[in-house]
């Protein structure tokens, strides 16, 4: 079992500073493989100013540019399904 797992914020992987956690279950197995934290509102706040910042520069980018790079993501997940 995993002792925790993070938040992504921003680009870094964060412990969340919430007071409550709950256990991430294995579905096949039905059993507990780690706790996740909840969020608190200062990581909420963190989470919302990370998208703002990344949807002002997302949105200077040309939707043909923006296709190229959603296609690139998608490239990956293609060949699994190969």
Do not use: C
Request: positive net charge; hydrophobic residues 40%; without cysteine.
């Amino acid at each position: 079992m995993y002792a925790s797992f993070q938040h992504y914020i921003d680009g870094n992987w964060v412990s969340p500073s919430g007071a409550n956690e709950q256990d991430v279950i294995n579905p096949a197995i039905s059993k507990p493989i780690g706790e996740l934290g909840h969020v608190s509102r200062n990581d909420l706040d963190k989470a919302l100013a990370a998208v703002d910042k990344g949807f002002k520069t997302w949105r200077k980018v040309s939707a043909f540019e923006r296709g190229k790079v959603l296609r690139k993501a998608a490239d990956p997940v293609r060949a699994l399904r190969a």
